[in-house]
T-cell receptor
């Protein structure tokens, strides 16, 4: 079946603009994760959704970052008033179970460039 | 909280030579351990994992890693590398018995030279 998809693949935006990044997880996966991959910080966890539970937002770097997951499927990561330090590749992953271990499958990422 | 240290940011090695990519972790709870690989212009792929049982785990393409609890290490090894193994390799951990987020190391760029 289809893997995790993300759109857009590339996004260039001006400093101060808002952006929305989309993630379509693998069908039936209950858990969804957002990570950020940047040169200075490596791979960082941002936010985690599990079913209908309240999301774990502990990795969001500032209140300019927010995320939603509608209907337990598609997720949107929104960055308001973008800054140059937000430039990074934003990765989405999904997994199938709520407990125990299940492999996280990663999407190809969205490369965000803030000019 | 967990942390992961990958001591080498770049590892160049000649084709058919052995390689070891080092990974050490810190955690106050037991963890699951992973190695992910990112080939040029591609997404992250799971290479191998340690959940429990035998401390030596293997991948289908000849890599292996050994969990050493006393040294809190999970080093990745391959006895003979190929050009196609050129990629960035990430070590990661998550608390065992959970489906929580992964904590990644900073990555090691493996470059296999002809």
């Amino acid at each position: 079946g289809a893997g995790v998809s993300q759109s857009p693949s590339n996004k260039v935006t001006e400093k101060g603009k808002d952006v929305e990044l989309r993630c379509d997880p693998i069908s039936g996966h209950t858990a969804l994760y957002w990570y950020r991959q940047s040169l200075g910080q490596g791979l960082e966890f941002l936010i985690y959704f599990q079913g209908n539970s309240a999301p774990d937002k502990s990795g969001l770097p500032s209140d300019r970052f927010s995320a939603e997951r509608t209907g337990g499927s598609v997720s949107t990561l929104t960055i308001q008033r973008t800054q140059q330090e937000d430039s990074a590749v934003y990765l989405c992953a999904s997994s199938s179970t709520s407990g125990g271990f299940s492999e996280q499958y990663f999407g190809p990422g969205t490369r965000l460039t803030v000019t | 909280a967990q942390s992961v240290t990958q001591l080498d940011s770049q590892v160049p090695v000649f084709e058919e030579a052995p390689v070891e990519l080092r990974c050490n972790y810190s955690s106050s709870v037991s963890v699951y351990l992973f190695w992910y690989v990112q080939y040029p212009n591609q997404g992250l792929q799971l290479l191998l994992k340690y959940l429990s049982g035998s401390t030596l785990v293997e991948s289908i393409n000849g890599f292996e890693a050994e969990f050493n609890k006393s040294q809190t290490s999970f080093h990745l090894r391959k006895p003979s590398v190929h050009i196609s193994d050129t990629a960035e390799y990430f070590c990661a951990v998550t608390p065992s018995g959970s489906a929580r987020q992964l904590t990644f190391g900073s990555g090691t760029q493996l470059t296999v030279l002809p």
